[in-house]
RNA sequence: AAGCAAACCGGUUCUAUCGCUGCUCUAUACGUAGAGGAGAGGAAAGUCCGGGCAACGUAGAGCGACACGCUUCCUAACGGGAAGGCGCAUUUUUCGGAAUGCGAUAGAAAGUGCCACAGAAAAUAUACCGCCUUUGCAAAAAGGUAAGGGUGAAAACGUGAGGUAAGAGCUCACGGCUUUGUGUAGUGAUAUGCAUCGCGGUAAACCUCGUGUGUUGAAAAACCAAAUAGGUUGCAGGCUUCGGAAAGGGCGGCUCGCUUUUUGUCUUCGGACACCUGCAAUGGGUAGGUUGAUACAGUCUGUGUGCGAAUGCAGGCGUAGAUAAAUGAUAGAGGUCUGAUCUCGGUUGGACACAGAACCCGGCUUACAAGGUUUGCUUCUUU
């Protein structure tokens, strides 16, 4: 299902500090991801959508811009992302900053992108798990 | 009719699919599931004023700081609004005035300061030219003088007469602004008459006068409260037949042997206190959650009062409530404006602003596409 509920979201101000203190980070123009795996019982993913003040000033366009990440990250998950999460047991928190310019914030190209991040997050957990094992 | 300016109105709709946040109903393994219905603005913005609300503070008075500053009214209140007074500017005029715009619009007659350049002089006056008197053959010197010259944004209130050596509000008449007193009109600002005092500007320079302000803001504040650690209280335990048993630690030659530990202090020998372990209760408090928090200084219609801002009465309506923060995406069909094209009402293209609630109200300010309404100005056409 293409849903996007709270339990998806990070919420919690803890957990964000924490992210961002001492994920690892990467990134695919025209955004930047912050992550940090976990290995728990059940496989889950918690996203952080995040548009900066400091490059659209305008509170309509961060708005616009976020939705659109929102809806690209609510298409491709289901396919994309969740499945190996769930196969290997990983907890991921990440967080999804937009570094680009507005225009090109289309749909269509987001969602491209997201299933790049997605590909590397992958990558990145494959090598944790080869860690994990040695 | 067109253009420009200002003010006001206005702020693209519907359907389907997927998704988000509350609400109501039903079912429920209490995790959720299904159905229904709701879900950004005129400025939600800037956070500039005022108020509600909350916590803390609070004998009274003064000083200081900050804000405001013509009058009356409206309002919960305001630095907002309405009506009016006064001044200035522009336009118009039937020369009486009228319209529009602007004004921190109290005090310069309490005191201090400042007034570029130019100019003789920018404020207890001064003397460059000029005028007058005296001295001198003359050149010039001494003294008087602000009428005249030129400078400047502004030149000692303006005009005329008297007066004088020449002059000067020095005196007088008329006029301008102004202080104080007083008569009249007005609720009042103020207008106007009489008498009287005075005559550069600047208070968005200090200042004086009057009025007001306790501080902090919803990240306020109130309540519930997991796990872990620690606090407090209670209960239980800390062997024994005195030979040793059991458990833990150390060493060695490691199925064993040796060695050591099994709380301390006080004691009237009953215990008491401290310490350690376990169990239970409990206060504070963190994560998290609930309230605050969405029904009202609400809005629409009618009607009464008032010049008006407003307000009384009656009736209708219920209209977001998120919290790392919902209100979206895709597709299709329209709507308004506009361009191209031709078979003249079809085809096809483009545009649709400013901008996103965050405790709630009242204002102010700023932004705003197309279109519409009103007013003013300009140009053209017709009668």
């Not at 959508?49 to 305008?58: A, G, H, T, W």
């Not at 999804?96 to 590909?119: D, N």
Request: with cysteine; net charge positive; glycine share 2%.
């Amino acid at each position: 299902m293409n849903t996007f509920k709270k339990e998806e979201r990070l919420c919690s101000v803890r957990l964000i500090q924490s992210l961002f203190h001492s994920g690892s980070s990467f990134v695919v123009y025209p955004f930047r991801v912050v992550y940090r795996f976990e290995k728990r019982d059940v496989g889950a993913a918690q996203v952080l959508i995040s548009v900066s003040k400091r490059r659209f000033k305008l509170a309509v366009t961060r708005n616009s811009i976020k939705r659109r990440l929102r809806e690209a990250y609510r298409l491709e998950k289901g396919a994309k992302l969740l499945p190996f999460l769930d196969e290997r047991k990983w907890y991921l928190a990440f967080a999804i900053q937009y570094i680009g310019k507005q225009e090109e914030a289309v749909l269509s190209t987001l969602r491209e992108k997201m299933i790049t991040v997605f590909k590397k997050l992958q990558h990145e957990s494959d090598r944790m798990d080869q860690h994990l094992s040695d």
